[in-house]
């Protein structure tokens, strides 16, 4: 067989395959493009999924006439002069290949006019599954309107695996979300088969993109980060944990403005949480990486989603750093509610009703373009009416925890929220269901589990001692001979420094076998065996898995089985005493598995309740 040249069109169409997997990546790469035309206001339009059209229209630079052909041409950008470029390059679309792609598998029709220009006209072109025709003069606002049709017409297998209509209208909407979130300065507009979807107003607040996207009730329980750690810039909203969710779809970052996902960022979010959450449930954050861009490689997917830093252990601790100290800094009791608020409830669709009622008004929303940004409305999201994990263990791969731990300690002391003053000015109520303990503070009543605060207390203690080196042990009598597997007694082998750090002595007592002499002083009489037949299997099922972090959930496991159950009567000293270990801890508001030690009612939610307040 001979080996000859594929044509143009054949190349172009093998190219589209790798950066134009959707209508959502077209949509993708045409919004980049109006991004770095500095465009103000971006309208996406979709029909059918996007399979028969898709239109972006900015108000943008524009393009020059000579410009326009070229611009379809395969490696042709404005970005890029040459290699070294790539260092330091900060635009969206840079490779030139999109323009040609989308072109090469979709009828396009361009229109342009750039904004400089005194002329009342601009330029139409349209290029058919790559067959170009001439540039004409054409009334036009500033900027550029993209119309892409028929996509994937002359690629019928391509079009075969798209979705459903609805599930590829929800993955351009959640493309052109992650551009609002990320580029809250511009105002961006979703119609989805005639009907809007989205509004962004561009305002430059970030809070209200949230808001339009999660409502009033994440909005009220954001934490603001604005932070640098080690040269890397955070910013951006974190929610608390009490709004976590079931999936990873909303952590949500930016590294220099491009949304991504990252394993090691990823690792570094849910490791900030991992202590206030419950397992298999994940932090809601949008966040924004600031990183010198000598130290970040954009360029190693055509699809531009995927990353590489210089230093993935600098992206990790500056982004857990950051993190975990604003959260072990928040108040994170949880204000539960008596009664549903009779307030209306605010949403964009109302607060914007009277702009979008104008811009709805027949078909070419172009024409809507707000020319006067400082008469749009913005929201004042405080002064609002009020209205009613365990980490993956795959993203946990290749991250030393146990100098992570080590590092984390020395670089931030953190501050406890209500150590000292709740600790002191308290009023004891009782005890409740014999399991729930009341304390009166500062106009709230606060509710506090029994079980799971002593064993927040448990856990937080035998840490300590563990980070501290100063686990104790205790001398068990007769010895423990215990028989394993072979994939168990290497795993026992292997990892017999952690186990005694932790408080075992173990040794080797021939063929698979092996003695134990000592276990660590907090367990004793609990379980010893199944409790480190457990553990060495945490290892031996997993040799990838940090030998740390295995560690510590036992731990979590142990502090449970010791603590005071529920059902339990407190003498009103212990339960004194337990209220000032519980407030003299860090984080004293979650036990170990994520759940509640202590939720709140205010004051006022009892005389809503009691028709003290209409």
């Not at 589209?16 to 206001?41: C, F, Q, T, Y």
């Not at 909203?237 to 996902?261: G, H, L, M, S």
């Not at 490689?297 to 830093?309: A, G, L, Q, S, T």
């Not at 709740?422 to 589990?449: A, C, M, P, R, W």
């Amino acid at each position: 067989m001979s080996i000859r040249l594929l044509d143009i069109k054949t190349i172009n169409k093998i190219a589209a395959g790798e950066v134009i997997e959707n209508p959502a990546s077209v949509v993708k790469e045409l919004v980049e493009n109006a991004i770095d035309a500095k465009a103000r206001h971006i309208i996406v339009e979709i029909a059918d999924g996007g399979t028969s059209l898709i239109k972006v229209t900015d108000d943008g630079t524009g393009f020059e006439k000579d410009d326009i052909s070229i611009a379809f041409k395969q490696h042709a950008t404005s970005k890029i002069i040459d290699i070294d470029d790539l260092e330091t390059i900060t635009s969206f679309g840079f490779r030139g290949e999109a323009l040609s792609s989308i072109a090469s598998v979709s009828c396009v029709t361009l229109i342009s006019k750039r904004k400089d220009d005194n002329n009342t006209f601009g330029y139409r072109y349209s290029i058919d599954f790559g067959n170009e025709s001439n540039i004409e003069e054409v009334a036009a606002n500033d900027g550029t309107t993209i119309e892409v049709r028929d996509l994937f017409k002359n690629v019928p297998v391509r079009k075969k695996f798209l979705k459903g209509f609805s599930k590829e209208n929800a993955l351009v909407e959640d493309i052109v979300i992650k551009f609002a979130l990320v580029r809250d300065d511009i105002s961006f507009d979703l119609i989805i088969d005639g009907k809007r979807k989205f509004h962004s107003n561009g305002d430059g607040n970030l809070k209200n993109v949230i808001f339009s996207l999660y409502g009033k009730e994440i909005v009220n329980n954001l934490i603001e980060i604005n932070d640098e750690f080690d040269d890397i810039k955070v910013c951006g909203y974190i929610a608390k944990p009490i709004t976590a969710r079931n999936t990873r779809n909303d952590e949500i970052y930016f590294v220099n403005d491009r949304n991504v996902k990252d394993k090691t960022i990823s690792r570094a979010i849910e490791g900030a949480y991992e202590e206030f959450l419950m397992q298999h449930k994940f932090p809601l954050v949008v966040l924004k990486l600031k990183i010198d861009s000598s130290k970040v490689d954009i360029n190693v997917h055509p699809k531009k989603m995927e990353v590489r830093f210089s230093s993935d252990d600098q992206v990790y601790f500056s982004v857990y750093n950051i993190l975990h100290n604003s959260l072990k800094e928040e108040n994170l009791i949880h204000d539960e509610k008596l009664v549903d608020s009779t307030t209306e409830e605010y949403t964009l669709d109302n607060y914007f009703k009277d702009e979008i009622a104008e811009t709805d008004r027949g078909n070419n929303v172009a024409e809507t373009f707000v020319k006067d940004k400082s008469a749009e409305k913005t929201i004042d999201i405080d002064n609002m009416p009020t209205i009613s994990s365990i980490l993956n263990k795959d993203y946990k791969e290749g991250i030393n925890l146990s100098n992570l731990h080590k590092k984390l300690s020395e670089d931030f002391e953190e501050k406890p929220f209500i150590q000292e003053t709740l600790t002191e000015n308290h009023k004891y109520i009782g005890q409740i269901f014999n399991t729930y303990i009341l304390v009166e503070f500062d106009s709230k009543l606060y509710i506090i589990d029994q079980h799971a605060a002593h064993e927040k207390i448990n856990f937080e203690r035998i840490m300590k001692s563990f980070k501290e080196g100063k686990v104790l042990n205790q001398k068990i009598f007769p010895s423990i001979i215990m028989k394993l597997t072979p994939i168990q007694y290497d795993a026992v082998m292997e990892n017999i420094e952690d186990f005694r750090k932790v408080g075992y002595e173990i040794e080797s007592f021939g063929d698979n076998d092996i003695k134990v002499d000592s276990v660590p002083y907090n367990i004793f009489n609990i379980g010893n065996e199944k409790l480190l037949m457990d553990m060495i299997d945490s290892f031996a099922d997993d040799k990838n898995k940090e030998q740390y972090d295995s560690i510590v959930e036992k731990i979590a496991s142990i502090s449970c089985k010791k603590a005071i159950k529920a059902n339990y009567i407190l003498s009103e000293n212990e339960v004194k005493q337990l209220l000032r270990d519980l407030f003299s801890l860090d984080n004293p508001y979650n036990c170990p598995h994520g759940r509640p030690t202590i939720v709140s009612l205010s004051k006022y939610e009892f005389e809503k309740k009691f028709g003290r307040i209409v």
